[in-house]
């Protein structure tokens, strides 16, 4: 899902669409445009349509949408037949010129003309950049089917392709319906606007769907993007407002699982095909396939690599055509890497016949027979055995229910309704049922039974509302949809337990006299420590708390402070009476080197302490750094034996930071529940003293200081590959001019195409010099003066204490025969070599 803004946003969905009159003696939508480039135009969706032109029925579903209708309803929020304005009129926002006024209107008058000048053209320069701010229009969702599905559907006869496209329609059909029955609603009361204190019932949504083919490499990728405007009917009332954006972001993950299953029961009822789950590799997710569908031939149709390789073989028959002779294998790294800058796609438009050709000549090459007769042997099945709900026993739902709060409960310290609704659309994934009200039904009952298996923390209504303020299900309105939060007992006994060690004073301590001393000193490196720096630590040192906290954000000079305090307790305690912990490998090396002291990732101590019994000492102060990506009950249980072992614990982290993946939120509750907790305030990190208060303003989560950023030209906006090409040109100026940048990207595979770009851009130009490669987990190649990145701890691999961790960086420095690798931690010249072997560079490598 994404936000659409108004104006203009709506048009990129018309730049593919033919531009035909739709006259084609086939029906469907997937047909009718066979022979014309583009796709067909888009459709209107959603029961919310019969409300338009004032109800009188000039549009219903399936009306193909004009360009005219678009620019009405999305870009100006008003009715595409009437032209009306629905409700209120989008906000408005400063336009560019009015901002350029307002700003040069606070300029000094004591500037000189020429220092006024330069002021002028510097904000007029920067605020023409940042355009126009737009209201939200709607949600642009975009329903994909499984790879697997896209693959037959592209090979497949104009008959199979026209089912597989109507089971596609039908599914997303059925899940807006859903949406409109349970996620639709709007805010109303109190003046409405962010005040509004009920959530009501809407009579539907008015979406438009639009339907495309492939993916922007020329891949088979059906999907439709289903755009649902911002603007609804209040079903009790009849005005029109906005859609309560909190339950459509909320539900996104619950409607992507449904959606999937529901497709696949549409497939399965119709070609009678089986489906089962594949694994996808480190990281990701299993990924559900029609079993007669090869991976070979998935793959086929869902990687560049392809396009790269035959761009290259264009290139080499090229050279030697040119030459007589066949190119070195350093001039054909080059021209590899040529052909990965040149087949970078731009979205081109054709027509689903030149498609479908392509596609089945690609086929018949990976499956050794004509693909289009493949298609009809896989299409063709017996008939299904399908479920109804009442076939599925209570037993099995109750035992489905409380797999799902297992599951759920071990990500998530709480959760709710939409949680447990996807966790059970994935239990059920391999079953396939007679209808889509069935599947609804038995992961309705699964979700219900999983809530009756959790804990509920939200309480209950304190009085019944009257009717008027009551939905049709019952709900009063002054309440969310779906809004309840659960909980385990588990993780709330494990939370108690961690509040009462916060609250219990037997720790060791230091004394104030020597923690006075050590504050009072410069470090070896002459550094002093700030008054809140000190404050804190003379806090953490005497309290004897059993369970302590240290609070600070990025750049507040928690190590600086964590390393007086190793140096204070040192002195009391003994040498080594500090350890160290984190949730990850690198985080615990990186707070090693800052402190030099012992440290261990939390899971593989837990681990040592279960097998060789590695244990707390008394008097030990044990810091556990990166505290917020601690799981909770990983911290119970660590936290337990220090207790027992008479020593005392310190979570050091930022409870407004990124949390824990497992079920956390420990660290903020123990912050939350004092109203003492040491906390750094100074941030010292930033060059820009803007950036130090923006920064605090922005981890409190106060949204308006995002204008902060704006004004200071930090935000740029745009469709997803001009922004990609954007941040890929600034990083590849940082790096020319000897900055440290990091470049981050959404998806894997985002990270992977530019990781490709990158590394040819660094050979093209020198920086990289061809040689011996190795291939790597992603399909990508390496060699000598490459950066990767290791995405496996193994403890086997090291030189002294060095030794391979998830996330490290190193630069390869040797690729030998036999595929193993030479590398060095980055940064560093000389020394500290060790061997990567064949099958770890191949399954556990990344470009870095």
Not at 358 to 382: E, H, K, S
Not at 556 to 582: I, N, P, Q
Not at 756 to 777: C, F, S, W, Y
Request: a negative charge; aromatic letters at 6%; proline letters at 3%.
């Amino acid at each position: 899902m994404r936000v659409m803004s108004a104006g203009d946003g709506y048009k990129y969905l018309l730049r593919t669409v033919a531009a035909a009159d739709g006259d084609r003696s086939l029906s469907t939508p997937l047909t009718r445009y066979y022979a014309e480039a583009g796709t067909p135009p888009g459709q209107w969706l959603g029961s919310g349509v019969t409300s338009l032109g004032k109800g009188k029925g000039k549009v219903a579903v399936g009306d193909r949408v004009s360009e005219a209708q678009l620019q009405l309803l999305m870009g100006m929020g008003r009715d595409p037949i009437t032209g009306d304005p629905l409700g209120l009129a989008f906000p408005a926002y400063k336009s560019v010129s009015e901002r350029i006024e307002a700003r040069i209107a606070d300029l000094c008058s004591s500037m000189s003309p020429g220092a006024k000048g330069e002021a002028v053209a510097q904000i007029e320069a920067e605020d023409t950049k940042r355009g126009t701010r737009r209201a939200v229009a709607g949600f642009d969702f975009t329903f994909s089917v499984p790879k697997s599905a896209s693959a037959l559907w592209a090979v497949a006869d104009a008959g199979t392709q026209a089912l597989i496209g109507e089971a596609h329609h039908a599914a997303v059909a059925e899940v807006v319906a859903f949406m409109e029955r349970e996620v639709a609603a709007t805010r109303t009361g109190a003046t409405a606007g962010d005040g509004a204190v009920a959530q009501v019932d809407v009579t539907g949504l008015v979406a438009t769907a639009f339907d495309h083919f492939d993916s922007r490499a020329g891949d088979p990728h059906l999907h439709t993007h289903v755009v649902i405007s911002n603007k609804v009917q209040t079903a009790f009332d009849g005005k029109w407002r906005s859609l309560d954006g909190r339950p459509m972001h909320a539900a996104v993950v619950s409607l992507s699982e449904l959606h999937e299953a529901v497709f696949a029961d549409h497939m399965t009822r119709t070609f009678g095909v089986e489906w089962e789950a594949r694994d996808m590799g480190r990281d990701r997710n299993p990924a559900w396939a029609i079993s007669t569908v090869p991976e070979d031939l998935v793959q086929e149709f869902s990687t560049r690599a392809r396009h790269i390789d035959t761009e290259k073989d264009r290139l080499i028959a090229e050279y030697v055509a040119k030459h007589g002779r066949q190119p070195s294998t350093a001039t054909i790294i080059k021209l590899r890497a040529q052909a990965t800058l040149s087949t970078r796609p731009d979205k081109e438009v054709h027509s689903l016949a030149d498609l479908t050709n392509q596609w089945r000549t690609r086929a018949t090459g990976v499956l050794g027979q004509d693909a289009t007769a493949w298609a009809r042997t896989v299409t063709d099945n017996d008939k299904p055995l399908l479920l109804r709900a009442d076939d599925v026993p209570l037993d099995a739902i109750a035992d489905l229910a409380q797999t799902v709060v297992e599951v759920v409960g071990e990500k998530r310290s709480t959760w709710r309704r939409w949680n447990l609704m996807a966790e059970a659309s994935r239990q059920t994934m391999g079953w396939r049922f007679a209808t889509t009200r069935d599947r609804e039904a038995v992961v309705g009952m699964i979700a219900d039974a999983a809530e009756s298996a959790s804990l509920r923390l939200t309480p209950p209504d304190l009085a019944t509302s009257p009717v008027a303020f009551r939905r049709v299900d019952g709900t009063t309105v002054f309440r969310p949809k779906h809004s309840t939060v659960f909980s385990s007992e588990e993780l709330l006994a494990a939370e108690d337990r961690l509040l009462d060690r916060s609250r219990t004073m037997t720790a060791p301590t230091v004394p104030v006299a020597t923690m006075e001393k050590i504050t009072s000193r410069p470090d070896v490196e002459g550094r002093m420590l700030g008054p809140d720096q000190a404050d804190a630590l003379m806090k953490i040192a005497v309290s004897g708390r059993l369970l302590d906290v240290l609070v600070g954000p990025a750049g507040a000079g928690k190590t600086t402070a964590m390393s007086a305090l190793r140096r204070a307790w040192e002195k009391e305690h003994g040498e080594g009476s500090v350890v160290g912990l984190a949730p990850s490998a690198v985080a615990a090396q990186v707070l090693a080197d800052d402190l030099g002291i012992a440290t261990e990732n939390t899971a593989k101590w837990w681990q040592n302490h279960l097998i060789h019994g590695t244990d707390f000492e008394a008097g030990q102060l044990v810091i556990i750094d990166e505290a917020s990506l601690a799981g909770t009950l990983s911290l119970d249980r660590i936290t337990h034996l220090a207790e027992q072992a008479g020593a005392k614990v310190l979570l050091v982290g930022d409870y407004a930071q990124l949390q824990s993946v497992d079920a956390g939120g420990a660290f903020g509750l123990l912050v939350g529940d004092r109203d003492d907790a040491p906390e750094l305030v100074d941030v010292h990190r930033f060059t820009n003293e803007w950036e130090k208060t923006a920064s605090l303003a922005l981890r409190h989560g106060r949204t308006q200081v995002i204008d902060t950023y704006l004004d200071h030209d930090r935000i740029r906006d745009g469709e997803a590959e001009a922004m990609t090409d954007a941040a890929y040109t600034a990083w590849r100026a940082d790096l020319t001019a000897g900055l440290v940048s990091v470049l981050v990207a959404e998806t894997r595979d985002h990270v992977s195409a530019l990781n490709q770009r990158a590394r040819a851009d660094l050979i093209l130009d020198g920086t990289l010099k061809p040689g011996r490669e190795v291939e790597l987990n992603d399909g990508t190649t390496a060699g000598v003066g490459d950066t990767i990145i290791t995405r496996r701890n193994d403890r086997r691999l090291r030189n002294g204490k060095t030794w391979v961790r998830n996330g490290d960086t190193w630069t390869i420095t040797g690729v030998r025969d036999d595929g193993s690798v030479t590398i060095r931690k980055t940064g560093r010249r000389f020394g500290g070599s060790l061997v990567l072997p064949a099958a770890y560079v191949s399954d556990h490598v990344d470009l870095g």
